[in-house]
Each structure stands twice: as C-alpha cells, then as structure tokens.
C-alpha cells in the first residue's frame, strides 16, 4: 500500500524510472512541504538509485546552516521568496552528489499569510548543474494545509520531470 495518492505515485515512478536509465540524481530542499517531495521520490522502489539526499529546512536557521541561504536575503525578500527558494536549490546541489534539485517554500496555512504573501503562496525552483533554472510562483489559494502542501508536491515532480529532460 502506498502513501501516495494514485496520480503522485505514477508521477514519481515515472521520474524515478527516467532518471534511473540517465543516471541523474536529485536532491529536494524543503519548508512548507516538510520532506514530502522527498517521501513522494522514496516511496517508488529503485529510488535509492536517484535520490541523493533531501534538506528540510523549515527554519530560517536551518536554510542558512544546511543550504548557505544569506541572511540579507531573508531580511529583504523573506523566506518565501523567488530569492530564496533559488539559494535554497543552489545550496542543495553544492551540498550533494545531484545532478538537479528542486527547492519549495511557502505558506501553507491555515495561519501565516499577509495580503502581500497569502495562504497558499509557494515558490519552486528546479535547478541543475547545467544552469537551468526553472521557477514558479504557484498562488493555489486557501485550499487547506493538506492540499497546497500536495499541490505543491505534484508541482515539484513536474518540474523535476521537465528538468530531467533538458
């Protein structure tokens, strides 16, 4: 039995199974989906093959310390943020054996969101070590914690599914 929904599974084997027969290895940097994106990958057997490593860096301590995100750019943009999520990718590829990684933060709710950063404001970079770089601002509402942190998942595996193929 899986604790995946039916469609993140398939999601996630397939990306698993493509980036078996590449050889390409990923590393996940993670806030509002506390290790899900990692958990998703590691649910599909054969993953141990692809998924080098995965941060969770709820914290903004644990994003400086794990992933080198600068201070000053917390204090000027936030943790959630266009800006750090970028660090927070670049940090988890310098800090692994990946050849890409996708990096999230955001607000999940149900507390946390102002009128400039909402319930369900996330930002997903997916970068690799060939310099692509993929962001999205995903805006999926107040839908509830659960959902937008499972949105943002079926997000993450789609942007690692794209980059694997560029």
């Known amino acids: 039995m899986s604790i ?12 698993i199974e493509y980036c078996s027969r590449t050889g390409a290895m990923i590393a996940t940097a993670e806030s509002c989906t506390g290790g899900l ?9 054969g993953s141990s093959a692809v998924v080098d490593r995965g941060f969770v860096t709820y914290s903004n301590a644990a994003k400086m310390e794990m992933l080198g995100v600068q201070k000053a750019i917390l204090d000027q943009y936030g943790a959630v943020s266009r800006e750090t ?13 990946a050849r ?15 009128d400039e950063k909402p319930v369900g404001l996330v930002h997903l970079v997916a970068r690799n070590r ?23 998942v079926r997000s993450a595996l789609g942007m ?3 980059l694997a193929q560029a």
């Not at 929904?5 to 084997?13: I, K, T, V």
């Not at 990692?38 to 599909?44: N, Q, R």
């Not at 990718?89 to 692994?96: H, Q, V």
């Not at 601002?137 to 107040?142: A, K, L, P, Q, V």
């Open 100 to 114: 890409m990684a996708i990096a999230v933060t955001g607000i999940a709710g149900p507390t946390g969101g102002t």
């Open 4 to 15: 995946l929904d039916p469609d993140l599974e398939e999601r996630a084997r397939v990306l």
């Open 160 to 162: 690692l599914e794209a």
């Open 37 to 45: 994106i990692a958990a998703a990958l590691t649910e599909i057997s």
């Open 85 to 97: 999520a970028l660090q927070m990718a670049s940090g988890a590829l310098w800090r692994s054996n």
């Open 130 to 152: 060939a310099g692509h770089v993929h962001h999205i601002e995903s805006r999926y509402g107040d839908i509830g914690r659960a959902a937008i942190r499972r949105a943002t």
